[in-house]
Nanobody
Framework: QVQLVESGGGLVQAGGSLRLSCAASGSIFSINTWAWYRQAPGKQRELVAALTTGGNTNYADAVKGRFIISRDNAKNTVNLQMNSLKAEDTGVYYC?????????????WGQGTQVTVSS
């Protein structure tokens, strides 16, 4: 019903910027919440940023003030602008979409894109 494909990952030096994109297809009109997660080697997957259809945002303390999540409705994409990158930002970044219907929550995940920050 919903497919997500991340792109934009790569190598970047500390202090640099990178913009990730999540291309969505399918029944995207039904999505209530969009989010970006990341997972570093040997660590648990953690929430980085979330965005509701109403425009409310939520950021992890570690990225607050540096990352910005946004939607481009015309292109059916969700973006994550990452600025002032640090080595600890390294990890696989995943796009997530959440849909709630009839009291049931549905979650959709992309395959992830690697972000590596060198210092």
């Amino acid at each position: 019903q919903v497919q997500l494909v991340e792109s934009g990952g790569g190598l970047v030096q500390a202090g640099g910027s990178l913009r990730l994109s999540c291309a969505a297809s399918g029944s995207i009109f039904s999505i209530n919440t969009w989010a970006w997660y990341r997972q570093a080697p040997g660590k648990q997957r953690e929430l980085v940023a979330a965005l509701t259809t109403g425009g409310n945002t939520n950021y992890a303390d570690a990225v607050k003030g540096r990352f910005i999540i946004s939607r481009d409705n015309a292109k059916n994409t969700v973006n994550l602008q990452m600025n002032s990158l640090k080595a600890e930002d390294t990890g696989v970044y995943y796009c997530k979409a959440v849909r709630k219907a009839s009291g049931i929550t549905y979650e959709y995940w992309g395959q992830g894109t690697q972000v590596t920050v060198s210092s």
